[in-house]
């Protein structure tokens, strides 16, 4: 491999280019899903490719192929050269990078239990179990489950002598009830409804995951949400359960703080951001219980790695401190630009096609002390809301509306009533500042996200939020 990553430096480097990286890629998938009883998918597939990417002339070139050839591999090589030279044509200053160390390494997932090598009948046997649960439910009309396997096995080399291979595993699996009755139709998932729960796991993460024995559950509220009334609009206080507080955190404070969005190189996808480079280390994002930090090392986490896509080393730091917004998340190209000495490494792309963009790593906020069951006792008036089943944030990530499948009203500090179809609406800052407890330690669960889109060619990224449930003061609920 090594003699292939040489040869697309060097013919770079001979081509004119000041600097060069390759990424050589291999992902395995396997996708098992089945529906009302009946298997409805079973898919397996393998990509492999790679993809160079050059600084000629002060500005980017990237060109990628599938053909893995010596030929192949020099002729893309000078077109990413070409590319950059073309690019330097329009730039406005040089593109410079945050100096790396040179690393050499080998880095892998930890896993107990490879995925790949499980038998596709102990894996239809589960999800059609899950299925029969659910359907044994009144008013239940479509009942899913599926479970999603993915390995990812690369080698990167730079033109500064990084030589370095990867083996990042994905796994997961969750289910959804459909009930339909009452003349409405209501929909429960479980553990998520973003796919179900990931992590950088083997097929363990399944066997630890209580799938089988929340089913039932599942299923039932689904169809007891169908009688439920809708939530009155109020201002309340709003306790957020851990999976909905996940996505919370992925929209208004891991989004926002991507610095290529800030500085407006990367908008076309999704917009820009409200945090702008003047509010470094001086804006108050939250209030002083908000904690969260960004972490590549996190055990499990699906942005859990050794190394970017640039080939700089998996790091941890704070976003929010103390409720002070405090790092921003960048690449080598963009830290210098705030004044940083080196990058955080929050460079990835999705598959060897695409060039990397500065994409979230793992980002949670940090556990508080407070149980649930003493949160809502605590509670007078409020609103208790799980699972994300809509939103909305508008460009700059500061107005959002976020809706979810179930919420629970809390009086004089029990749940009462069961809500359908509510939602909750407020301001990114105002919001994370009226954050008054956080639950500890006991409820912080590791929620994977796998489709996070952004870009133009579009790419897919995965990444986990850490997040016990959380109370909000006087947030508008309807
Ligand atoms: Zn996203």
């Known amino acids: 491999m090594k003699e292939l990553t040489d040869l697309a430096v060097d013919t770079a480097a001979r081509m004119g280019a000041s600097y060069a990286d390759i990424r050589i890629i291999r992902i395995n998938n396997e996708s098992v899903s089945a529906k009302n009883e009946k298997v409805s998918g079973i898919g397996k597939s ?12 002060g500005a980017w070139g990237f060109a990628s192929s599938s053909n893995l050839t010596r030929d192949e591999i020099q002729k893309v090589a000078a077109e990413a050269v070409e590319i950059a030279r073309a690019s330097a044509t329009l730039k406005e200053t040089d593109v410079v990078l945050a100096p790396e160390d040179t690393h050499v390494d080998v880095w892998k997932s930890s ?150 969005r800030v500085l407006g190189t990367e908008a076309n996808y999704a917009g820009t951001s409200f945090v702008t480079t003047d509010k470094l280390g001086n804006f108050q994002y939250g209030s002083p219980v908000v904690n969260v930090v960004a972490d590549s090392t996190i055990p499990y986490g699906l942005a859990t790695i050794g190394y970017d896509d640039e080939g700089v080393t998996a790091q941890k730091w704070h976003l929010i401190k103390d409720g002070l917004f405090s790092g921003y998340l960048t690449s080598r190209e963009t830290a210098p630009v705030i004044g940083e000495e080196r990058s955080k490494g929050a460079m990835r792309a999705h598959g060897w096609e695409r060039i990397p963009l500065i994409r979230m790593t793992n980002i949670s906020l940090m556990p508080g002390e407070w149980t649930l069951d003493d949160l809502i006792a605590d509670t007078k008036d409020g609103v208790y809301m799980e699972t994300n089943k809509s939103w909305s944030i508008d460009q700059k990530r500061l107005n959002f509306q976020f809706g979810t499948e179930l919420a629970w009203e809390i009086k004089n500090g ?65």
């Open 46 to 57: 393998e990509d492999e490719g790679f993809g160079v990417r050059v600084l000629a002339n």
């Open 111 to 260: 896993y107990e239990k490879d995925p790949f090598e499980v038998s596709l009948e102990t894996k239809i046997d589960l999800l059609l179990k899950i299925n029969a649960e659910m359907m044994k439910v009144k008013d239940i009309k479509v009942a899913n489950a599926h479970m999603n396997f993915m390995r990812e096995h690369q080698f990167f080399a730079s033109s500064e002598g990084s030589f370095i291979e990867q083996e990042i595993l994905r796994s997961g699996a969750g289910y959804s009830a459909t009930a339909v009755g009452n003349d409405d139709m209501q929909t429960r998932s479980y553990p998520d409804s973003h796919g179900g729960q990931y992590m950088a796991k083997g097929y363990e993460v399944i066997e630890e995951t209580p799938l089988l024995e929340n089913a039932l559950q599942t299923a039932e509220e689904a169809s007891a949400l169908l009688k439920a009334p809708r939530c009155p609009e109020r201002v309340a206080d709003l306790i957020l359960g851990g999976s909905q507080l996940a996505l919370q955190i992925h929209e208004s404070i891991g989004h926002p703080t991507e610095l290529d």
């Open 414 to 478: 029990k749940k009462t009533r069961m809500f359908k179809n509510t939602v909750y609406q407020s301001m990114t800052p105002e919001f994370w500042n009226s954050c008054d407890a956080i639950c500890n330690e006991d409820h912080f669960v590791l929620w994977g996200l796998i489709n996070c889109g952004k870009g133009q060619p579009g790419q897919t990224a995965e990444m986990s939020h850490g997040a016990a449930p959380a109370r909000f003061r006087n947030v508008k609920i309807f």
